[in-house]
Nanobody, 126 residues
Framework: QVHLVESGGGSVQSGGSLTLTCTVSGYTDGIYFMGWFRQAPGKEREGVAVIGPDGRTTYGDSVKGRFTISRDNAKNTLGLQMNSLQPEDTAMYYC????????????????????WGQGTQVTVSS
């Protein structure tokens, strides 16, 4: 099976930056898309960013222009650079991997992801 472990979370002041890393282990063959999601207490989980096998990306409207997703296939890691953080970004952040190569619309939906990490907490104070 595939194991995903997030790291890099913490507490920062409004306007600060954090870098999250997702380390992938186990059977990694066939993983084409990887993404970041987040969930705050009492709210539904939402998509943050997705990166495909060719490096193309998409971002949620609330983070576009502030967050950058990246992947290093040689190291089996997924990164998320978060800048200009705001209190509204406070949430548990999860990384996920999808096995499919092609999806309607170009990117997988949340339900299409096959593996999920346990999450890392990000807290932004004002």
């Amino acid at each position: 099976q595939v194991h995903l472990v997030e790291s890099g979370g913490g507490s920062v002041q409004s306007g600060g930056s954090l870098t999250l890393t997702c380390t992938v282990s186990g059977y990694t063959d066939g993983i084409y898309f990887m993404g970041w999601f987040r969930q705050a207490p009492g709210k539904e989980r939402e998509g943050v960013a997705v990166i495909g096998p060719d490096g193309r990306t998409t971002y949620g409207d609330s983070v576009k222009g502030r967050f950058t997703i990246s992947r290093d296939n040689a190291k089996n890691t997924l990164g998320l650079q978060m800048n200009s953080l705001q209190p509204e970004d406070t949430a548990m952040y999860y990384c996920a991997a999808a096995l499919g190569e092609y999806y309607s619309g170009g990117y997988p939906a949340e339900s299409d992801y096959n593996y999920w990490g346990q999450g890392t907490q990000v807290t932004v104070s004002s």
